[in-house]
């Protein structure tokens, strides 16, 4: 009997090859940590793609021999990954160069302007700005312009998760869920833009480097004898096309209806919504494809998240990293008890959490911003206003997307590394005055994967049943509703007011800088 599902998870820290039963149940795990990058060049972030590979044939690898794998009740596979990671390979899947990852900020400036119609229609608009941003920020965009020799011999342009594909496979495709970046995509028709599209001019590209695209839930190739070889996963087992990790955490979380608000407390912090209509959550940045076949995720992001966590740790817990080592437990858990002896609102010290520029809210000029800073305070108190600023940065997140979709978000799925921690739940259920729920399981992005297998293989008649049965609410925070009062003050006269105020001496501090 054919009832179980492999799904493989290629995030930014490690890579997992999980195993799930048509309930839902984790079976058996394997977990390879990642380097998530190195740098040659401040600033730059990359990987070999040879890596990513070889980590997940060593997941995979090592998964056959937890107990209880049984390779013949193996239904499909499907595959998540991190988004907008992009490989340059040849006409026999060689890397042309390191990917780029998502976390690189190299830019290309002075690429020359959208003219014709499209120009003028962004200039009247007022828009002009931000398609420079995207022209800039487009990885081919620099690799066009700084390496002209690679991007001729590019015979595909790949995300990771179409890499990886290839490796699986032998075929250059792609799932449409797992299209979130800067390439010439149609967010509102979900395929390829079209030949008169703007986005061509802004990243120029010939058509036929890209992948083929297949929706969620369709088969994109069966698994190859090669890939077998190396990973152990049966031949001719079909890969089911699922979605990029986030989209994959929303309905893994079991976040299929719009009122659901999906939290990831990962290295990018999220909240996410399903919705199925196109709705931009802000004018010209589109929703991205969710892991539901013609269905949209309107999301608003803190860019650093929970990387803020790790600059804590590494910045001022060493105290904790030392005890931690020494007790055999990880760090979180004792940064917790340091979140524990601050009271709510952290006497004051208040957080906005832009460590990095945004394109709209927050804008290019952004900076990060502590105030309120008195002789009681001490690290412990920056901690808790880290974990408070984040969310206090989600819950204005929540209100705009509100406002755009006309939808009230009523109840809270959270997930991602941070969701572990009660004292992020707890506050989390305080700031947004709701209840914040974890799901049953913690790789609610692999669960996602499976669940887009297990619809696709018809093993679920559909994505109603498979959510049903697949997911259900683990523990649930409800909000102190004399602390909510409080966060509530702190955020309405205070943090939604500290951008606006703090914007224009950022933009003088850039200009400085750069004199």
Known sequence: MRDHILAIDNGTQSVRAL????????????QVYLEPYFSRQPGWAEQNPEYYWSSLCEACQRLWTRPHVDKERIAGVALTTQRATV????????????????????????????GGLWGLAFKLSRMSGTIAYIQAEAEANWIRTYEPDVWAETYKYLYLSGYLTYKLT?????????????????????????????????????????????????????ISAEAAAVTGIPAGLPLIAAAADKACEVIGAGALE?????????TTATITTTQTRYIEPIPLIPPYPAALPDAYNLEVQIYRGFWMVSWFKNEFGQRELREAEELGVAPEKLLDNLVADVPPGCEGLILQPYWSPGLKVPGPEAMGAVIGFTDVHTRAHLYR?????????????????????????TELRVSGGGSQSDAAMQLTADIFGLPATRPHVYE?????????????LKLHPNFATAVREMTRPGQVFEPNHRTHLMYDKLYRRIYLRLYERLKP??????QIMKT
């Open 385 to 409: 206003a880290i974990l408070e600023g984040l969310a206090y940065g989600l819950r204005e997140g929540k209100e705009r997307l509100e406002k755009r979709a006309g939808v009230p978000i």
């Open 170 to 222: 032998g075929r250059f495709a792609d799932s449409v869920g797992c299209q979130v970046g800067f390439m010439p995509f149609d967010y509102k028709r979900l395929r390829w833009a079209s030949k008169w599209d703007w986005k061509w001019r802004a990243v120029p590209m010939d058509p036929s480097i890209l992948a083929d695209l297949v929706p969620p839930t369709h088969t994109i190739a069966a």
């Open 19 to 30: 195993v799930f039963d048509l309930r839902g149940e984790l079976l058996a795990k394997s």
């Open 444 to 456: 609610t992005s692999g669960l996602g994967a499976a669940i887009d297998a297990a619809v696709g």
């Open 87 to 114: 490989i340059n390979v040849d006409s026999h899947g060689k890397p042309l160069r390191p990917a780029i990852v998502w976390l690189d900020q190299r830019r290309t400036p002075g690429q020359p302007p959208l």
């Open 505 to 510: 001496f950022y933009k003088d501090i850039r």
């Open 258 to 266: 719009p009122h659901i608000g999906c939290l990831s407390y990962g």
